[in-house]
Structure formats: structure tokens, C-alpha cells
């Protein structure tokens, strides 16, 4: 399995453009996902373009939730690619000019290994991408609560890693358990997560690349 960020509010990889807002690109169990879609759809685009990543080999769009800075380059990519299923909470509407779009209000299986927590509080869906050693957690900004998220998640096995925007968490007990954290985008309290855990911290950031070798340790 791996994740490559395409968009963030800071930068992993120098000749990339960084933006409030979020968007990964996840290769796993043979599908190849747009996670979110950041705010500037040209800012999308060209990231994408620099990391080598072509629009027209995504098959699956994933929209965590319906708020700009992970829509706002929707309309731009499918515009280049529109053969695309997207998956998106059942509160989103109006995605157009795509081959199908499921609007998602309980959990739901995707595939082989990928399945959506469903539509928490009325606002947010989370990716769960299975693992031999557990699941990969991907999460937009975690408004219903990481503790939430991570419930939604438990029926699916234990939770290896967690990657994505965890907004203003600081419940940091709840992830002792949790092999990988790479807090993205909205997490207000990065440094205090890189403190805390050092050997499960990994450094987010536009052009990062998580690798998860054997499922059992990232490596860049």
C-alpha cells in the first residue's frame, strides 16, 4: 500500500505548491484513489503533474466532506477524467460529470480491502484501507471526532496507522495503540503529536510518500 500527499498546507517536496487544504493519492488492493481534492483545482493539477501522477489513471474518488479546502479542485479533475466513481457523504450534493457518484450515509464496502466508515455526524466520511498488520485510517479533518472515526473503524481490525487532518485533537492516549500517525493539513496540535510520539510520527507535507514496506514499517 501507498499514500503520496498531493496537497497540503505545507510542503514535503520542494518544487510543489502548498494550500489550505487536503488531497492523497492512495494505490492499494489494486485501485488507484483520489482522496479528496484540495481547494484550487490548478493547484491539484500541477502537483499531481510534478509527483507523476496521471489524472486518467485514477479510478476512485473518496470526498471525506463537503467543505472547500476538499472540493474545490473536484470540478477541475473531473474534467480531466470523468470515468471516475466517487464516493462522497450523503450531505454532499451537485458532483456532476462523473461515471457514477454514490452518496454514502452508512458504512459501505468499496472493494476488496477498502471500506467507508460511512457518514459520521452528518458531515464526514473516513477511508479504512486493510492491511495484513491492520488497518490505514485516512481522514479529512476528523470533525466528528477521532475518537468517533476510530469506533466507526474497530469492526474492520486494529488500527495501524492513521493518516490525515485530525483538526484540534489532543485525546493522545487514544492512539497508543496506533503503529503510525501522519497528521496533516488541519491538525492544530502537530508538534505537541511529534512530541509525544516520536517513533510513530511521520512528517506530512505536498510531495510526501508513505510506503508501507510489508505492512509493517513506512519508509521514504
Not at 508538534?191 to 514499517?217: M, N, Q, T, V, W
Request: glycine fraction near 10%.
Amino acid at each position: 500500500m501507498q499514500i503520496q500527499i498531493i496537497y497540503d498546507n505545507t510542503i514535503f517536496q520542494k518544487d510543489l505548491c502548498s494550500d489550505w487544504g487536503f488531497a492523497a493519492f492512495i494505490e492499494a488492493h489494486g485501485r488507484r484513489i483520489l482522496f479528496d481534492a484540495g481547494a484550487d483545482g490548478e493547484i491539484l493539477l500541477e502537483n499531481m503533474a510534478q509527483m507523476e501522477i496521471d489524472p486518467a489513471s485514477i479510478d476512485t474518488v473518496f470526498i471525506s466532506h463537503h467543505h472547500f479546502d476538499h472540493t474545490g479542485g473536484l470540478a477541475t479533475f473531473l474534467a480531466q477524467n470523468n470515468k471516475v466513481a466517487v464516493y462522497v457523504p450523503a450531505s454532499l450534493r451537485g458532483v456532476r460529470n462523473a461515471a457514477r457518484v454514490i452518496h454514502v450515509e452508512e458504512a459501505v464496502h468499496l472493494g476488496e480491502g477498502l471500506d467507508s466508515t460511512g457518514e459520521l455526524m452528518n458531515i464526514e466520511q473516513s477511508l479504512i484501507v486493510a492491511t495484513p498488520l491492520g488497518s490505514v485510517l485516512v481522514v479529512g479533518c476528523s470533525h466528528p471526532g477521532v475518537k468517533a472515526i476510530m469506533d466507526a473503524a474497530a469492526p474492520y481490525g486494529n488500527i495501524h496507522a492513521i493518516v490525515g487532518g485530525l483538526h484540534g485533537f489532543r485525546e493522545f492516549v487514544l492512539l497508543s495503540d496506533v503503529r503510525f500517525i501522519c497528521p496533516t493539513h488541519c491538525t492544530r496540535h502537530v508538534a505537541a503529536l511529534k512530541k509525544r510520539f516520536p517513533e510513530k510520527y511521520i512528517e506530512g507535507g505536498a510531495g510526501r510518500k508513505i510506503e508501507f514496506e510489508s505492512f509493517d514499517r513506512e519508509t521514504v
